[in-house]
């Protein structure tokens, strides 16, 4: 589970940001406090705020880190993909412009029987991977040791990893790799577990047309064949439409110059007054039906897995009363077994309830008159008099009011 993500000089975040899941000492639903490896983690964190405040921001920060992760290895033997990839920083003074960006999560493992917390992160700059750390904890221990610690400056500490792995690093460690990743590719266990761990995460951007359009088109995995795994589908979609009775796969024969088939997807209606159904092609279907079918691969990959979900405009296409649903799942310990989480944006405002978020999984962003993004939860928010939020306020009134901030500044409309 992840407890804390922090992230600096990055796109508008000039400052360290900080997006913190550990639970505050609050009575509100603490039954779905997940107790694990010493910490009290949250399964949700909503983000909030005005159109361009940076809210999309958190999002790429936290999926920039993920694939930096996952594909540093070859930024190595490619000076202009790493060049394409370098983070952005932001761009609005000169200091920062030329500064590194940093990343840094804290972390458990699903299924560590250990309960052992991570702390791992890097930081980026014009050249390269100037830092890099990853310290771990015992469940019982009060301090974290250090597994790796790399530094432009200071050089290269592998003081957790054995003298092999350690001999084979040092030879083939580039300035623009990954320790994680390459120690992954060398099949050293612990950079295998970090590596994994960011893999495991899932990203839907519903504010990109494109994403929207091929995860709508992309097929949860056995869905073709295995009739149970469309059962499965079936039940997801009767928690918000029930006229699906189930679909039936068409298979397309490869052609000359392609070895994989393709598929065409029809929904089963039933026909009034009969038991005959009706076939619709699955594209046919509203946008919203279409969303949740392209939601449904990757939420059954985080329940499997106990690993992350972060949903960029998950209200986009969806009625209020269905993406409450969506995220009961991972509010329900009976559903989310394996304790997977939610992050999302949002400007659904009618999921800001006392009645179903706590105040600590209620996350705002706002950017300030020179382009600067920051970010903070209502638990610690202050009111003007010197007040936390309390927990009987209606949360929704009040930010639409502009009582926590991170509303837009409206103007009328002169044309």
Known sequence: MLVQFNFKNFRSFRDEATLDLSATKMSEFNDRVVDIAGERILPVAAIYGANASGKSNVYSAFEYMANYVIESLHYGDDP??????????????????????????YFTVPGDS???????????????VTEEWLNSKAKTAREYKTVFYRSAEEGLELSGINKAGRNNIEAALDKQVLIVSLGAKLRI???KLVRDWFLRNEFADFGDTVTSFVMSRTLPKNFTDNQGVRDKVIRFFESFDTSIKGFRVEEIP????????????FALHKKIGSDEFAEIPLAMESAGTLKMFALYP?????????????????????HPLLVRNFIMVFLNPELNRNHAQLLFTTHDT???????????????TEKDEDGVSTLYSLADFVDEDGTKIRKDESYEKNYLIGKYGAIPSLKKIDL
């Open 80 to 105: 202009q993909e790493f060049e394409d990839n370098r983070p952005t920083p932001f761009l609005f003074d000169n200091e920062s412009k030329e500064a590194e960006s940093s990343f840094e999560v």
């Open 114 to 128: 250990k309960e052992k917390t991570y702390n791992y992160g890097f930081c980026i700059g014009r050249d390269g």
């Open 189 to 191: 266990e612990i950079c």
């Open 254 to 265: 490869p052609e000359e110059d392609s070895k994989e088939s393709t598929y065409r997807i």
């Open 298 to 318: 990757e939420l059954q990959e985080v329940l499997d897995h106990g690993s992350i979900y972060f949903i960029d405009e998950l209200n986009a296409r969806l």
């Open 350 to 364: 009618w999921q800001l309830s006392n009645q179903f978020l706590r105040r600590d999984e209620i996350w705002f």
